[in-house]
């Protein structure tokens, strides 16, 4: 009996191909929209979620002056720097795994024929374990490379890439601004960071090197620092707060004239945010949805009064009004139903081109799918009850007489 009236539904829908088509549309949007949001904003929080933690998991950063965790800090102008002594310090506590004391300074890189002008990350060694890098060609700074402040330099992949090509610079001279380094070391990709720039367009040298060479001080812009894997940043943050304060003299109710930042904490933050703004356009795409059931209950309407000689001649021959109400209903359920299922399609593509535009993971969600088709026959029952039910009561006598 049910297949009858599915076949029956199709039959009536297949008369109006164009109609059937135009009703679906707002269906098809609506599902669509929302697949396509929910998923790119899915996809946006992983990879928020990768970049933030390629910078280095359980980190910790350092900066004088800049607003984070803590008692409201002065402003970084007036803020007394870092000194490579407190990064020593720091690396001394027991929570602590690995320290990484940073400077930077825009220069201008040349290789051959080839210039670049970027940012130089004067570092120690431990700049790679903490940040979470891999030398994939190479080697990284010894211990007297970082006391001395030799003249050697890491570069990363779009460094090498402009200013070598194809090329193996290890062993190559690198100029920075007016020094000459030796390129000891090539870091595997990273690709873009949380904000959109390029990690890889990187160029490490001793910190040594950079402050007497490129700076001409001894000052430290920040220090991260990698926490011991069984140590929760609320108790690293405690402890290096603690040193800090004892450090740079800082008393009482005084507030820190430093801040540390938990870079977990700006991930969930990130996503936060992410995830409220996909919630909102999702809610503004499934209004769609509403607009394609308000489509589907007026053409049933019209259908309805079109075939109000059919409907009289059903229930002359004996038909009951449930047999009609459910040809009916089953018709507005089927609209929905094949629009949904060309939403869904439609929505995973226009995601994963999405995906492939804006460089991040493709990431269905098989319970939105779900959602999406289910609430899309929702809307066929819903809005297709009341034409169903006024084809259900009309009186056959009348129905007859119908022009």
Known sequence: MIWETVRLAL??????KLRSALTMLGIVIGVAAVIAMVTVGQGSSRSVAASVESLGTNVLSLRPGSRGMGPGPVSTQSARPFSLRDAEALGELSVVKAVSPTVSSTQTVVAGNGNLTTSITGATSGYLEVGGWTVWHGRGFNSAEDRSGASVCI?????????????????????VGKVSCEVIGLLQAKGAGTF??????????????VQRRLLGNDNVTSISVALAPEVSSQRGAREIEAL??????????????F?????????????????????????????SLLVGGIGIMNIML?????????????LAVGAESRQVLTQFLVEAVVLSLVGGIIGVIVGLALAFGASLFMAIPFA????????????????????GFFPARKAARL?????????
């Open 196 to 209: 959109g720039q390029d990690q890889d367009e990187l160029v490490l040298m001793p910190i040594r090197t």
């Open 244 to 257: 800090m304060r004892d450090r740079r003299r800082i008393s009482g109710n005084q507030a820190n004239d």
């Open 364 to 383: 269905p969600q098989l319970v939105i799918v779900l959602l999406a088709f289910g609430f899309s026959a929702l809307i066929g029952v819903i809005f």
């Open 11 to 16: 039959l009536a829908l297949r008369r109006n």
């Open 155 to 175: 570069i990363g992949a779009t460094v090498h890439k402009t200013l070598f090509g194809t090329a193996d610079p290890l062993g190559q001279q690198l100029r």
């Open 302 to 314: 019209v259908s309805v009064t079109e075939r109000t000689r059919e409907i009289g001649i059903r």
């Open 259 to 287: 801040s540390i930042t938990d870079r977990a904490q700006i991930a969930e933050v990130l996503s936060g945010i992410n995830s409220v703004l996909t919630g909102m356009l999702s809610s503004v795409a499934a209004v």
């Open 395 to 403: 009186d056959p006598i009348d129905a007859l007489r119908h022009e």
